[in-house]
């Protein structure tokens, strides 16, 4: 339910539009000895199954991410999708990592504990991802990429998101502005190899 919900917040608009997006689902596999990634695709009138799926997989010890902008097509199922079949936006995340255990921030960067990091995006929802937080901002309506210039809009947003962030003194993953992110999506386990598991949960 956590999944689904949170999956159905994240994509509201487009699914009160009925725009033909497809969520896509992935896990970092080995394939023949490759790093490679495991997908399974689904419309917006499959989250549920999308939902079940999710928790399915990570129970079984995958790590699971869902592509967070809507795809034009299905993919196959072992690729993640190219940035060009990047279709709808529908809402943009960040990636701020705390200071602990696996983490190690550039030199001239410091990490934020927890407390600090949840007040850089207090205005945002937040899911904490077993390491750190994910702040999503969700769009007021969808953005169609369309065009190379679409997508260099959109790239230019999260450059200028994740450079506030960064302006603060700490360290953030420049991610805002990849047409191909995935983040964890609440309800799943982080199972990075070598820690133990830790839920993914919205704040």
Known sequence: DEVTSYLRWANEHAIGRG????????????VDGEDSWKSRCYTLAELDDAGLAAVSASDAGLNMYYRTHLLAEAVSRF???K???TRWITHITADVDIAGPGHKPPPDKVLPTFEEAVALVDET???S???GLYPVLR????FEITSPADLERFKNVGRRYDRALASHGFHVDATALDATRVIRPPGVMNNKPGRDPRPVSML
């Open 125 to 127: 929802a937040i899911i």
């Open 139 to 142: 769009l007021a309506e969808p």
């Open 79 to 81: 690729e993640r999708g």
């Open 83 to 85: 940035g060009s079949l």
């Open 129 to 131: 991802s077993g390491g």
């Open 19 to 30: 725009l033909p997006g497809v969520l896509v689902l992935s896990a970092p596999v080995v």
